[in-house]
């Protein structure tokens, strides 16, 4: 059952697919005020109460004890004292209650933060939709919100195998030296990822001729090898005189403007950048189509990235830091000069006040930015997979972006941006799975290893064993640190045993995930949906349930040799190692030390469920389908 309420006049965000009757706020169920121009509402916490959702979010499955913020932020530190990721994932559940938000512009969320019992949601706006679900349990509150909201993205095949990528891979030599390292070792790989680096100065839909003379003939021999290349696409487009695509734009009106109308210019990687207003629908055609460029080059796969917007600095930011650093100079700078020199700076990305000064078009009227900010990267989302499905139909290409809001879960997947090689990110990952899983997002992963800074083998191992189930499995990390390819290292016979165990899974994983997109299920559910009366399934934050089958608890930390495990009921325990089964034991219920190798994968078999195992191979075109075997109890 949904309950649609709806206040003043909304934004249509196109999150929704199911019209639904509406009831004014009169009838809203929660205490609610209007505060200066904002909505405020709150309800109860009892005190052992769980409250999911929030999707790609800092911190835990239950979200209790913190703040967090709607707002679609490009910031690379994931660390526990942000409110904000790059997703604006408007979902929340509790007490057999789901509660979606329909509304582009910042929410701030206290879940039990200013008052341990009690929620406070404040909406920077009077115009909104927001649902209740109910159900008789979470999972079918989740079922019931996903038939409100359409059904996820499913991607290719191929898709499901191991992905490598790296900020950036400079030349189509160093791309075949990768499909090089990865045969030579006997590791398996689906896909290579091709950062800003291929393109003609980060201009979008180019390609830079001197590093790649022939993409489309790489492209081609990649794909008879069984790789599929996935280049990257950014959302700012390069400001210059005789680049076809930032003429186009310019002069068919289609960038974001500022207040007087001319076109707003931000910096991003290429320098200054239009901003493609991917609200309006004739601009999401004309972006879309550019796609075309790259897939006749029989690229097939793309990941769509800085969509926040991110921003480094706005034309007037610069200006203003600039201006300022001409005072300063030969000044002998006392402690706030010094720092007001700084700041002018390190304050110039990602400014609220520059944000501001955008304007977008919605039915041939103005709109700021600030109401509409998370459904820009959304929207761009939107505009490259309703390409694909026009062009080529369904499941065809693959699609991922950084920046979301629920709604362009039909469009494509996420991975969760710029981590860190830190041991804590596996377990922040782990816990975004099933929150982004209620939103709809089924085709998620982390950068395993981690993105920023040096990661060593053995995080790298545990991250892949928790990566081998993600439905993205991709290798990514950012320029400058350490090489994190799986042949890098010395013991590449404990990486080909991990990875392979990801190609012997791939029958079941892509049956539980098509599952779930079809029937609006949840791939990764937390322990206390299955358990709710059991006090520490419920508590659980560092173990998940994997379909109906099983479960999965990945180790988490250095320089240990396994991990605790709470076991809810009676499971089997099986350890997988490349081709072999290293260990099958039944476990009692309660809680268990387990030990696990670098080169091992831990499972736990539901009781009397099994998987279907297939032999592995190098790539999923490969792999031996029909030759399944039985994981059984
Ligand atoms: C952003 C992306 C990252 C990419 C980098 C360069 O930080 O999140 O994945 O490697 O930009 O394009």
């Not at 009690?118 to 649902?131: M, N, Q, R, S, W």
């Not at 030390?593 to 009781?607: G, H, Q, T, W």
Request: negative net charge; glycine residues 10%.
């Amino acid at each position: 059952m949904i309950r649609r309420f709806v206040s003043g006049r909304p934004i249509v965000t196109g999150a929704v697919v199911r019209r639904l009757p509406a009831e004014s706020m009169d009838g809203f169920p929660f205490a609610h005020r209007l505060d200066g121009g904002r909505f405020v509402f709150s309800f109860p916490l009892e005190k052992d109460e769980i409250v999911y959702g929030l999707g790609e979010a800092p911190r835990g499955i239950n979200k209790r004890g913190w703040i967090y913020r709607s707002f679609c932020s490009d910031d690379y530190l994931h660390t526990e004292e942000k409110e904000a990721f790059y997703a604006a994932h408007n979902f929340l559940l509790h007490d057999g209650c789901g509660i979606f938000i329909d509304f582009p512009a910042e929410i701030r969320w206290d879940i039990g933060y200013a008052r341990a019992d009690e929620a406070v949601i404040t909406l920077d706006g009077e115009d909104f939709e927001i649902y209740l679900i109910f159900g008789e349990t979470p999972r079918a509150v989740v079922r019931e919100f996903r038939s409100l909201i359409g059904k996820s993205y499913v991607p290719p095949f191929w898709a499901f195998g191991f992905q490598q990528s790296r900020w950036s891979y400079p030349d189509a030599e160093a791309v075949r030296d990768i499909v090089r390292g990865y045969d030579e070792a006997g590791l398996p790989l689906d896909a290579v990822y091709l950062d800003i680096d291929y393109m003609d100065h980060y201009k979008n839909f180019t390609v830079d001729r001197e590093a790649f003379p022939d993409l489309a003939g790489l492209a081609a021999e990649m794909k008879a090898e069984g790789i599929h290349l996935v280049p990257i696409i950014d959302a700012g487009v390069k400001k210059e005189e005789g680049y076809a695509v930032y003429e186009e734009g310019r002069d068919k009106g289609y960038f974001c403007r500022n207040a007087d109308g001319t076109d707003f210019e931000g910096g991003v990687w290429p320098g200054t950048v239009g901003f493609p207003d991917f609200l309006r629908p004739e601009v999401r055609a004309w972006f879309g189509e550019k796609y075309r460029i790259l897939t006749d080059m029989g690229i097939d796969g793309f990941w769509n990235d800085m969509n926040e917007p991110a921003l480094f600095y706005s034309a007037k930011g610069l200006a203003d830091a600039l201006e300022t650093a001409s005072e300063m100079r030969g000044k002998n700078l006392d402690l706030p000069q010094f720092f007001a020199l700084k700041g002018a700076f390190e304050g110039l990305d990602n400014r609220r006040e520059d944000y501001a000064s955008i304007w977008h078009e919605i039915d041939g009227r103005p709109v700021n930015h600030m109401r509409v900010h998370n459904l820009y990267g959304a929207s761009m989302t939107r505009a490259a997979g309703e390409f694909f499905e026009e062009a080529f139909g369904k499941e065809k290409i693959l699609l991922i972006s950084r920046a979301s809001c629920i709604g362009a879960h039909r469009y494509g997947g996420i991975w969760f941006g710029d981590n860190h090689s830190w041991w804590q990110h596996i377990l922040l990952c782990l816990k975004m799975l099933p929150s982004a899983n209620m939103c709809g997002f089924l085709y998620c992963g982390a950068d395993l290893g981690g993105f920023g800074g040096n990661t060593t083998p053995d995080l790298l191992l545990r991250f892949l064993a928790l990566g081998v189930f993600t439905p993205l499995m991709r290798n990514h990390s950012a320029m400058g640190t350490r090489d994190q390819e799986c042949f890098r290292f010395e013991n590449t016979a404990d990486f080909r045993d991990v990875t392979r165990v990801r190609y012997r899974l791939i029958p079941y994983l892509y049956e539980t995930f098509r599952r779930a997109a079809e029937e609006g299920d949840m791939m990764f559910r937390p322990l206390s949906f299955d358990w709710p009366d059991d006090p520490l399934a419920r508590e659980c934050e560092t173990q998940l349930l994997l379909g109906d089958e099983c479960m999965i608890a990945p180790v988490y930390e250095q320089n240990v040799s396994g991990r605790t495990v709470y076991l809810p009921e009676e499971m089997c325990f099986v350890k997988l190692s490349g081709d072999r089964i290293t260990a099958k034991e039944i476990l009692p219920p309660g809680l268990h030390y387990i030990r696990v190798a670098l080169n091992e994968v831990p499972l736990f078999l539901k009781k009397g469920k099994s998987i279907p195992l297939c032999r592995p191979a190098l790539r999923t075109s490969r792999l031996d389908i029909a030759g399944k075997e039985d994981l059984t109890w």
